[in-house]
């Protein structure tokens, strides 16, 4: 009889829990009806800072939910006569969904078939230092830096990674690896990145430290100092700073694309990162790739990938290798279809004219500015037009980020990049419909 009451147990658990799941997923697919924010809270692990799950003071409002959940189907409404439907906008994260109408507009050229018996094996290319690396998607990296003229190619290894986050913690590795018994201490001026404090926290690695900004850095002792250049999130082009004998260089070059900043020399540093989620806004592709001058360092970052991950995903780069052939397409190949950079460019530029407007109207905030150079690849003068704005509550407004939250706009606070909460960043990369309601509130706001 034990054994029966037990049987009908495990059954009626199975049942409940079968039910829960069906409950979950109805949840979760069940956008427009769900007043609260249950698709954020799941869109946002990743990047949630611990303030997001911070109440956010709204007016009762019944449409607060529709934010993702209209974003996650694509936006169809003609979006400057839009009313404000007082919904939720998250611009905390720089999810760069502003390139999906160039991607949509390319249509069919950018599909990629892959059939069930094709990518299967581990291994793409066993005589390449890095194993696991797609030739095709090699040749593409390479091709786009001679096309853009952002990054020097020649004599390099290139590493591909789970998105540049991987390559990050490789590159520590690599970095750190052969160090003495110390952890090596990692800096970078403020205000920085705040993933790479948190990447660099989160394993309690004996191998390196997170110290902190590197203006305040004065130790006499190794190092490794990350620059980020165009910087998220000021947006200003950085040098190193520490330059001190011992010092270890990670460029992170998100960025550095014409459509963003103007190229005005390739790069040529040791270890250069770079991201097709920047590039090209893939940033569900999860691919990365460095530039390594140093063989062993090359190697190193391999292993480390090879510990961590067995490679990176191969339907992923020849995904990826279409992509960047694309886009490589658009400039030598023009009348087929549009550049993508200039397209991309000419979209950004009139976010930031927008944006500088709203600011100086309202003058409850500020920007940074941007001295103008020459760009290669456009052949003309302009400013760095950053992926983020990096916005300055002026005034009374101590709390730039409570500010902009009680007229639901969610941003990222100063003090997660090393600064004062009178700073947020704010995602320019977001799509129209979203971007133009920020707009629209931000010229309806008094302090
Ligand atoms: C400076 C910088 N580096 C790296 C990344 C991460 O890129 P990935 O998607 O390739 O991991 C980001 C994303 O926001 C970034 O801003
Ligand atoms: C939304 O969440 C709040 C608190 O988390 C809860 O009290 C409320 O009942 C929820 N509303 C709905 C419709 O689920
Ligand atoms: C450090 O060196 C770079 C060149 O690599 C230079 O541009 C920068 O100004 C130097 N920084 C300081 C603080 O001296």
């Known amino acids: 009889m034990g054994k029966g009451l037990e049987g009908w147990s495990v059954r009626h658990l199975l049942i409940v829990s079968v039910a829960l799941n069906v409950w979950l997923v109805l949840k979760v697919s069940n956008y427009d009806k769900d007043t609260n924010f249950t698709t954020e809270k799941i869109f946002n692990g990743f990047c949630a800072h611990e303030e997001f799950h911070k109440q956010v003071p709204l007016s009762s409002s019944s449409s607060s939910s529709s934010s993702m959940a209209a974003a996650a189907v694509g936006e169809k409404k003609s979006v400057h006569d839009e009313a404000d439907d007082g919904r939720i906008i998250n611009f905390d994260h720089g999810d760069p969904t502003i390139y999906e109408k160039y991607w949509q507009e390319a249509g069919d050229k950018t599909s990629v078939f892959i059939s069930g018996w094709q990518s299967m094996s581990y291994f793409s290319d066993v005589k390449n230092l890095c194993w696991f690396l797609e030739p095709e998607f090699g040749k593409e990296v390479i091709r786009l830096h001679n096309i853009v003229g952002n990054a020097a190619t020649d004599d390099r290894h290139i590493v591909v990674g789970t998105g540049s986050t991987q390559l990050f913690q490789a590159a520590l590795y690599a970095l750190s690896a052969t160090g003495g018994t110390e952890p090596i201490s990692v800096v970078s001026s403020t205000p920085y990145y705040s993933f790479y404090r948190q990447v660099v926290e989160y394993m309690k690695s004996g191998l390196y430290k997170w110290v902190g900004?590197?203006?305040?850095?004065?130790?006499?002792?190794?190092?490794?100092?990350?620059?980020?250049?165009?910087?998220?999130?000021?947006?200003?082009?950085?040098?190193?700073?520490?330059?001190?004998?011992?010092g270890m260089l990670i460029h992170d070059f998100a960025y550095y694309w014409p459509q963003y900043t103007p190229i005005t020399s390739a790069a040529d540093h040791d270890i250069m990162l770079f991201t097709v989620s920047k590039t090209t806004g893939h940033a569900g592709m999860r691919i990365g790739w460095a530039l390594v001058k140093d063989e062993a360092v090359a190697k190193r970052m391999t292993k480390?990938?090879?510990?961590?991950?067995?490679?990176?995903?191969?339907?992923?780069?020849?995904?990826?290798?279409?992509?960047?052939?694309?886009?490589?397409?658009?400039?030598?190949?023009?009348?087929?279809?549009?550049?993508?950079?200039?397209?991309?460019?000419?979209?950004?530029?009139?976010?930031?004219?927008?944006?500088?407007?709203?600011?100086?109207?309202?003058?409850?905030?500020?920007?940074?500015?941007?001295?103008?150079?020459?760009?290669n690849y456009m052949s003309r003068l302009f400013s760095t037009q950053p992926a983020f704005a990096w916005l300055k509550c002026e005034g009374e407004i101590e709390n730039c980020e409570d500010f902009l939250r009680s007229h639901k706009i969610l941003t990222r606070s100063g003090k997660h990049f090393g600064m004062s909460p009178k700073y947020v960043r704010i995602s320019m990369l977001d799509r129209d419909s979203n971007y133009d309601l920020f707009i629209k509130r931000l010229s309806e706001m008094r302090t």
């Open 213 to 246: 900004d590197a203006s305040t850095f004065d130790k006499d002792e190794p190092y490794i100092e990350l620059i980020t250049s165009p910087n998220n999130p000021d947006g200003l082009m950085r040098q190193p700073v520490v330059n001190r004998s011992g």
């Open 304 to 375: 480390f990938i090879e510990l961590n991950s067995i490679g990176v995903s191969k339907d992923s780069q020849i995904r990826a290798a279409k992509i960047l052939q694309t886009v490589s397409d658009s400039r030598e190949h023009a009348g087929d279809s549009k550049d993508f950079f200039e397209t991309s460019y000419h979209h950004i530029e009139r976010r930031w004219k927008q944006l500088r407007e709203v600011v100086g109207k309202t003058g409850i905030f500020s920007t940074p500015e941007f001295p103008p150079a020459f760009c």
